[in-house]
């Protein structure tokens, strides 16, 4: 059975103390996961070692770095390489988040590095995918979400990527008023799963863990997480509160 994750992406959040106390409280609940399952928890680069430190030993929970850089190392100040994580334990890295890809103007093209670069050192890139508002509304968004999975992963061999985790984003329904149905999240996730059968193989594409990326709450997850193609999400805001986390987390299959 694949892989069902909660990942959560703190993004620019939260003060050391802060971190260290959602952590402590979201591993003092009531957490039953199972051998397929994870939680994961999306760091701020300055608090990774102390995090990992607070996590270590308990089994299925790990955390991840919200980006890395697409070179080895040099002379590119403010920047992380996948060295640097390795050398500190973190297994995870979220590569390509809509906000990325926006704000920072990331290519699939630098994406696809980043992600080559996480393999050549042993990390497991947490791939994002995902279409705006303007897409969607043009019905193009399968076309869009299948070029993003072309340019930056499919010069991969299918060993490299059985296993490998996507997360799906649907930016159109993150802040804009626009809400995403559990039914819309299966569409697209079974879409993903037959675009990676056709290019490699089912055997592939069903190992393959699909998480949601659209404003997965404790409200919804459960239903999210019971579509056949959504293999957990990766939450944003409602990670920040140990019991809303916490609840997406024993929401997973």
């Avoid at 640097?84 to 390509?96: A, D, N, Q």
């Avoid at 990527?161 to 649907?170: M, W």
Wanted: glycine content about 8%; overall charge negative; some cysteine.
């Amino acid at each position: 059975m694949r892989k069902q994750i909660a990942a959560a992406n703190w993004k620019m959040n939260l003060t050391l103390a802060q971190a260290e106390m959602l952590v402590k409280d979201v591993l003092a609940s009531q957490l039953d996961l199972k051998e397929n399952q994870e939680a994961v928890f999306g760091i701020p680069f300055p608090y990774l070692v102390q995090m990992q430190n607070i996590i270590a030993g308990r089994p299925h929970i790990y955390t991840a770095a919200q980006n890395c850089s697409h070179k080895v190392s040099g002379a590119y100040t403010g920047e992380v390489s996948v060295e640097m994580l390795k050398s500190i334990g973190v297994p995870y890295v979220i590569i390509g988040h809509s906000e990325r890809r926006e704000y920072f103007k990331e290519t699939n093209i630098e994406l696809s590095e980043k992600v080559e670069m996480c393999f050549d050192y042993g990390l497991k890139p947490i791939f994002c995918c995902g279409e705006a508002l303007e897409i969607r509304e043009a019905g193009t968004q399968n076309n869009y979400v299948e070029n993003q999975l072309e340019e930056s992963l499919f010069h991969l061999s299918e060993e490299r990527l059985t296993g490998f985790v996507i997360a799906y984003e649907p930016i159109w329904a993150i802040g804009t008023g626009k809400t995403a149905t559990s039914e819309q999240a299966q569409e697209m996730h079974a879409h993903i799963r037959g675009i990676l059968a056709s290019h490699y193989s089912n055997q592939l594409a069903e190992s393959v863990s699909i998480l949601y990326g659209g404003s997965v709450k404790a409200a919804n997850a459960k239903e999210i997480f019971g579509q056949p193609d959504v293999d957990g999400g990766l939450v944003g805001g409602a990670s920040l509160k140990a019991t809303e986390f916490v609840t997406i987390i024993n929401s997973l299959k």
